[in-house]
């Protein structure tokens, strides 16, 4: 069974930081996408960054360029998403999710993505 299992996500003042996972089960980690995306209220579900094996760790949102990174432990079968310089506009769910395909191409549509996780909370305040 496919799972996705993201954690870290909390309440964080401005300036903060916060790592978020992303253990995934069900598949060959290595040979496949996985990708970050976020929701903030009333707005539409963003590509944040994505992972591969070939495509490397990217990111693809220019608000967050130089705060967040993304990196992979293939021993933990885990996606991270180290988010610094946190700001209230970064407040949202973020969901990781994998390509509907076995493939190791990053796009940054979320129609190419059919796995998705449960989502964590991120909420940047004072």
């Known amino acids: 069974q496919i799972q996705l299992v993201e954690s870290g996500g909390d309440l964080v003042q401005p300036g903060g930081s916060l790592r978020l996972s992303c253990a995934v089960s069900g598949f060959a980690f290595d040979y496949h996408t996985i990708a970050w995306f976020r929701q903030a209220p009333g707005l539409e579900r963003e590509g944040v960054a994505c992972?591969?094996?070939?495509?490397?760790?990217?990111i693809y949102l220019d608000s967050v360029k130089g705060r967040f990174t993304v990196s992979r432990d293939r021993a933990k079968k885990t996606i991270y998403l180290q988010m610094n310089s946190l700001k209230p506009e970064d407040t949202g769910v973020y969901y990781c999710a994998r390509r509907s395909v076995m493939t190791r191409q990053c796009v940054r549509s979320r129609d190419h993505y059919g796995y998705w996780g449960q989502g964590t909370q991120v909420t940047v305040s004072s």
């Open positions: 992972s591969s094996t070939t495509d490397g760790n990217l």
